[in-house]
T-cell receptor, first 111, second 116 residues
Framework: GESVGLHLPTLSVQEGDNSIINCAYS??????FIWYKQESGKGPQFIID?????DKRQGQRVTVLLNKTVKHLSLQIAATQPGDSAVYFCAENFGNEKLTFGTGTRLTIIP | GAVVSQHPSWVICKSGTSVKIECRSL??????MFWYRQFPKQSLMLMATSNEGSKATYEQGVEKDKFLINHASLTLSTLTVTSAHPEDSSFYICSATTGTATNEQFFGPGTRLTVL
């Protein structure tokens, strides 16, 4: 079946450094991708999204890159802060409202 | 805006009992609500899609008679776990969409269910 997966289950980054979280997806028909942040015991929090007609989108300290050729999505977080420590999920949408979530990457910011 | 709440935030129940979890959109009308289940250190798995006034659509492998979903209004959906067993212990999360072109889902804070 179709799946959305992440390359790295855990990532540790020194505070102030940049971090990159990667995601691979398998459904070439997916047209909408979202990155979520989930802190322990809480629901997912929207970070940034991107549609398939774009290859880059920037937000505050975050950038999402989409490479449709290799079906790869990445989330870049600049100047990481302790509050960035969380689990990050990518999710894809196939043109309807249903989302398929990736396996998640735990990001730990080292003070 | 676009706030989704869940109640209760956590619940402990005895095996064999039923538990109801509420999901509310506080400041918008949700055309569609979704229920997810998340086991420890795992991802969110969609259980069902719920539209106001109609029957929920369950994902493959999710027992509709065990996980009863009612979406009686545009701001409230409920998930009832019937005859709960320890293996039903999980983090249950709902989300809601406004039905706009973005299809963005707004997530609730989750409900931790522990079945003894």
């Amino acid at each position: 079946g179709e799946s959305v997966g992440l390359h790295l289950p855990t990532l540790s980054v020194q505070e102030g450094d940049n971090s990159i979280i990667n995601c691979a997806y398998s459904n070439s028909a997916s047209d909408y991708f979202i990155w979520y942040k989930q802190e322990s015991g809480k629901g997912p929090q929207f970070i940034i999204d991107i549609r398939s007609n774009m290859d880059k989108r920037q937000g505050q300290r975050v950038t999402v890159l989409l490479n449709k050729t290799v079906k790869h999505l990445s989330l870049q977080i600049a100047a990481t802060q302790p509050g960035d420590s969380a689990v990050y999920f990518c999710a894809e949408n196939f043109g309807n409202e249903k989302l398929t979530f990736g396996t998640g990457t735990r990001l730990t910011i080292i003070p | 805006g676009a706030v989704v709440s869940q109640h209760p935030s956590w619940v402990i129940c005895k095996s064999g009992t039923s538990v109801k979890i509420e999901c509310r959109s506080l400041d918008f009308q949700a055309t569609t609500m979704f229920w997810y289940r998340q086991f420890p250190k795992q991802s969110l798995m969609l259980m069902a899609t719920s539209n106001e006034g109609s029957k929920a659509t369950y994902e493959q492998g999710v027992e509709k008679d065990k996980f009863l979903i009612n979406h009686a209004s545009l701001t409230l959906s409920t998930l009832t776990v019937t005859s709960a067993h320890p293996e039903d212990s999980s983090f249950y999360i709902c989300s809601a969409t406004t039905g706009t072109a973005t299809n963005e889902q707004f997530f609730g804070p989750g409900t931790r269910l522990t079945v003894l």
